[in-house]
DNA sequence: GGCGCCATGTAAACCGTTACATGATTCA
DNA sequence: TGAATCATGTAACGGTTTACATGGCGCC
């Protein structure tokens, strides 16, 4: 949801402009979400304004001029406080994967009891899931069965990666 | 993304009040998302104002009276125009799954020719994450190794689901 | 010359959330 | 008495998109 914190834990990875931050979000489109410029461009003023990162203007003959953000002692501090806040019942996809791509950050237990955590949340929302398929189960539409489907599917194969992620971790 | 249709489409199957329809998203947040009073009453004004809607309420003797909505004819078209229109290279997950779900207004073909493209574009986007992931390969730090992983695998799945779903319809 | 890429930026509009207000009923 | 559920609504705030503006380089 915040692009805000994603954008700094790419800029704890390497230092890169607002242009790079855009292209390789673009490259996420799918698996995460892409903000556009008018986004992008103010978060990183914002966080200049609140000293999290520091700018290095570069200059090239053939090409403009490009700003390099790099994150600072503050902006490390920040990410680790974001990071090892508790997850709620957040639970959106797009938060899991954008925290999981900054998994870097995190020490192999802390990303275990993040992965465990997770699937414990998708397992009572498949529960939840199968309960009103269940119940709406014949005379409902058939979208609306097509899409309980989809979601079952989703969410088993998600429980199913999880599991096997965290043996591979152990 | 725009509740305006989602919501008007739900009504298309059956007169609901603004509580109804928020407490059935609500059961679809995993799946879908689910929007706040705040968002989902002036929605409901605003489809009652362009007369896509009419109101009838429905008064109780213990329970607050209701305002069910009900879809006007002219709602009913403005719902096959959205729904008939092409899907662009939208591809978000929540709005496919929520046309998905207003199937029911789409006949035998269409439906099919809509799993079909959406099939297509998670292909194109199946083999761009193979490909930055390939790109990516050592070096890149476990986070995102993980994060390109579990979208390889979802991805992988939901062609999979397309494929099958496409069967049993035909 | 025109198009597309590189690169940055701003302002208005849009959509949604958060937080509030109201008020009746039921249950502990 | 207080909390929870039912039921509707508004206003401020926030984050993002859309649409604009600028300007140089390389290519056909």
């Keep these: 949801m915040n692009f805000r914190y994603f954008i700094l834990g790419l800029l704890a990875e390497q230092p890169m402009s607002g242009y790079d931050i855009k292209l390789f979000l673009k490259s996420l489109d799918w698996l995460i979400a892409s903000p556009s410029f008018g986004s992008v461009y103010p978060t990183l003023h914002s966080l200049l304004e609140d000293a999290l990162v520091t700018v290095d203007v570069v200059e090239n003959d053939d090409k403009p001029a490009r700003k390099v953000y790099t994150i600072t002692e503050a902006g490390r501090q920040a990410l680790r406080a974001w990071i090892g806040q508790p997850l709620e019942c957040d639970i959106s996809l797009k ?23 997770r699937r414990s949340q998708v397992k009572v929302h498949l529960d939840a899931l199968e309960k009103i398929a269940g119940e709406h189960d014949e005379a409902v539409g058939l979208g609306k069965r097509l899409a309980f489907d989809f979601g079952l599917t989703a969410a088993t194969t998600e429980i199913h990666w999880l599991t096997q992620t965290l043996e591979g971790l152990s």
């Design 95 to 117: 938060t899991f994967l954008m925290r999981l791509m900054l998994a870097g950050n995190l020490s192999r237990d802390e990303l275990v009891t993040y992965l465990q955590k």
